[in-house]
């Protein structure tokens, strides 16, 4: 999926976070933001994921403005700068969890999520790990 970002400017009170960013992400290329801390990275992604407004601007995946599109159409990750993992949960639960709080119509069955788990924590060598707790890591 490329990503394209035109304008985008954002304000919080009179501090101006970003102003008229535009970036350009094929599909496939690896892009790292880099900048001093309160530079705007972060909003940035907030906006691209859409859980944060832009005050101008557009998104665009794949050619498709998504500018407006609700936060939970999008299809984005977000990993978080400081990350929280459920305590009381297994390693194999916090990744189901985003799978299982989808819309009813569109939650994958139980054989579908425990496959999909399955395969991802295979993907990044977590396999091993999947029945411990956060504690326990």
């Not at 407004?53 to 700068?81: K, M, N, P, W």
């Amino acid at each position: 999926m490329s990503i394209e970002i035109r304008n985008i400017s954002k304000q919080f009170g009179d501090f101006r976070a970003l102003n008229n960013v535009n970036l350009d992400v094929e599909s496939g290329e690896l892009v790292a933001l880099l900048g001093p801390s309160g530079c705007g990275k972060t909003t940035l992604l907030r906006i691209i994921a859409g859980l944060e407004t832009a005050d101008q601007g557009s998104i665009l995946f794949s050619g498709e403005d998504t500018t407006d599109v609700h936060v939970r159409e999008r299809q984005v990750g977000f990993v978080f700068q400081h990350y929280a993992l459920f305590r009381h949960m297994t390693v194999f639960e916090n990744v189901a969890f985003g799978l299982r709080v989808k819309p009813r119509s569109q939650r994958p069955s139980d054989a579908q999520i425990k496959a999909k788990v399955t395969d991802l924590l295979k993907l990044v060598q977590l396999d091993w790990l999947a029945d411990r707790y956060p504690s326990q890591l």
